[in-house]
């Protein structure tokens, strides 16, 4: 099994910036993609980025440009920079990790962009 712990969220003002952070622990051997997913109030959960094996990153046309993943594979931990924020970025920030036989989610981490 995998376990996943995101952290640092908050709330920021627009054209803010916040880092989130998801730790991973167990068979991180399993993984094979990890990623952001987010679900505003009233939402649909919709993908915002993903990271595969060999470091291959993809962000949704919506973030890009302001938004980065990346992860520190000696950390065990992935990352989601968010800069430029805009109110339309507030919501709950999940990450996910997926292995060959299921998806894995962590409890998630709210972001409020608002003057």
């Known amino acids: 099994q995998v376990q996943l712990v995101e952290s640092g969220g908050g709330f920021v003002q627009p054209g803010g910036s916040l880092r989130l952070s998801c730790a991973a622990s167990?068979?991180?051997?399993?993984?094979?993609?990890m990623g952001w997913y987010r679900q505003a109030p009233g939402k649909q959960r919709e993908l915002v980025a993903t990271?595969?094996?060999?470091?291959?990153?993809n962000v949704v046309n919506s973030v890009k440009g302001r938004f980065t993943i990346s992860r520190d594979n000696a950390k065990n931990t992935m990352y989601l920079q968010m800069n430029s924020l805009l109110p339309d970025d507030t919501a709950a920030y999940y990450c996910?990790?997926?292995?060959?036989?299921?998806?894995?989610w962590g409890q998630g981490t709210q972001v409020t962009v608002s003057s």
């Open positions: 167990g068979r991180i051997d399993t993984i094979r993609v």
């Open positions: 990271i595969i094996s060999g470091d291959n990153t």
């Open positions: 996910y990790a997926n292995t060959l036989g299921r998806s894995y």
